[in-house]
């Protein structure tokens, strides 16, 4: 059973950036993903990365601001969030899928415990 623990996360003003780290500890899927989950809101796709190829894949909303990344070595993912909005605001987590190329919570397994962001207008 992979465990996924996220960090990074914090208040910043509009327009800051913040970088978000997941640290995977086990065997993980082939993809790793950012799903986010803002106060009254369900849980919504941000970004993807294959574990192996690196290919990624982004939410239209985040597309351009957002990039995702991997360091195998280290065993983490990596979000960097620029030109943050105070719609970005949420909890922020990490999974991991067996599949590359979902953007369905369903499809993701092995949650972290998520990192709260919160962007002040």
């Known amino acids: 059973q992979v465990q996924l623990v996220e960090s990074g996360g914090g208040l910043v003003q509009a327009g800051d950036s913040l970088r978000l780290s997941c640290a995977a500890s086990?065997?993980?899927?082939?993809?790793m993903g950012w799903f986010r989950q803002g106060p009254g809101k369900e849980r919504e796709f941000v970004a993807a990365?294959?574990?192996?190829?690196?290919?990624?894949y982004y939410a239209d909303s985040v597309k351009g601001r957002f990039t995702i990344s991997r360091d195998n070595a280290k065993n983490t993912v990596y979000l960097q969030m620029n030109s943050l909005k105070p719609e970005d605001t949420a909890v922020y987590y990490c999974?991991?899928?067996?599949?590359?190329?979902?953007?369905?919570?369903?499809?993701?397994?092995?949650w972290g415990q998520g990192t709260q962001v919160t962007v002040s207008s």
């Open positions: 999974a991991t899928a067996p599949l590359w190329g979902s953007r369905r919570s369903s499809d993701f397994g092995s």
């Open positions: 086990g065997r993980t899927g082939n993809a």
């Open positions: 990365i294959g574990w192996i190829s690196g290919t990624t």
